[in-house]
């Protein structure tokens, strides 16, 4: 076992997980920051966070912290966290190619007595299936007895300020009683809210992928019930708030559901589960309603402009909001993407406005016409897609202000009150 004061922190990925995690740390103990984006790490060496999790004091504040792209620096580290993105391809299917790399690059620097835990989401297993054969490759070393591993699941909600790394209860694991025990010895001296450390990397793999599943089920529910209230002509919102007066009824709303966590994590699980014989249905279900709302909600538009005698053809519409929630500059896996191409099959011309994105970070963006400032009275439709502050500070008025005289305002997130707008999810 390291003895603490020998404990150098080695946390590989620096995106919203590993920046925050890499900062508390570098608060107690060395801690070296590895990633390898180049730019990044020159952007962060400057004090700029384009995540926006992060401030310049914060970085300043973490006096043991080092930020680079050389791998000659990690290979001073003997408690390595990696922090990488777990997507998934195109067919729904688990992409663990940088949880693989990352895996190669620690298996080729790893010494006897070194720690390796994960923290990116995967499917109960993956740790032990797919990471420990390719350290166990690469080192030449013994498992348990040379070097050990843990599994201790992100827990980061980008965009909230309140719940912090350090605010949000740690689950810890790992591969010997005594590795687990020492690995959330390790976390628990910068996690405030404390740890529960669990009898196994499969046991913490699997509640940490159940978390998203469960809230994703939960939203699809709330999506259904919203596509039947329509059609029973009632307002979603006011049922909501009717039933939510049970002290016991989940304040769960509609929308579109994306981000890197609920629009991907339960295809970690169902994934697994088939390589297993099980077909789920319930989560399977759930996900299918949820990847489909952008055409629920394109169609209903559609049908109002035909009411309203707006044509289709040509019709410029503002969608105000891009990032997959709101006050973040998140875009991955936003479901607006979705919305922006159901929208462009009726051939209208689509604009962006969305304050918390910088096009010039961001090369997805190349097909998006995202706009800066929108000009007065020039939408046919205005779509309040993400509920950032900065809209709802706006107020509805000049919100109208940037449609014509003829319009539909449709407030997907009910930021303005009912009368306001003329389509409510």
Known sequence: MIKTKNLKIGVIGLGYVGLPLAVEFGKKF???????????????????????????????SSRFLTITDNLKEIARCNFYIVTVPTPIYENKKPNLSLLEKASTIIGKLLKKGDYVIYESTVYPGATE???????KKNSNLIFNK??????????????????????????????????????DFVYKKIIKAGTHMTRSIKIAEAAKVIENTQRDLNIALINELAIIFDKMNLDTEEVLKAAGTKWNFLPFRPGLVGGHCIGVDPYYLTYKSEKMGYKPKIILSGRHLNDNMSDYITKRLVLKMNEKKIKIKGAKVLIMGLTF??????????KIFDLIKKLKKYKVSTSVFDPWVDKNNIKSLNN??????PKKNNFDCVIVAVSHKIFAQMGIKKIKNLAKKKHIIYDLKYLFPKNSADLRL
């Open 146 to 183: 040379d070097f050990f591993i843990g599994y201790s699941p992100e827990r980061i909600n980008p965009g909230d300020k309140l719940h912090k790394i350090v605010d949000i209860k740690k689950i810890t694991s790992g591969s010997t009683v005594s590795a687990a025990k020492f690995i």
């Open 129 to 135: 299936e797919v990471c420990l054969p390719i350290l």
């Open 368 to 373: 998006i016409n995202l706009i800066q400032k």
């Open 30 to 60: 060395k801690t070296i920051g590895f990633d390898i984006n180049k730019s990044r790490i020159k952007n962060l060496n400057f004090g700029v966070d384009h995540t926006k999790e992060i401030s310049n004091l914060e970085l300043s």
């Open 325 to 334: 929630k709101e006050n973040c500059p998140d875009i991955r896996n936003s």
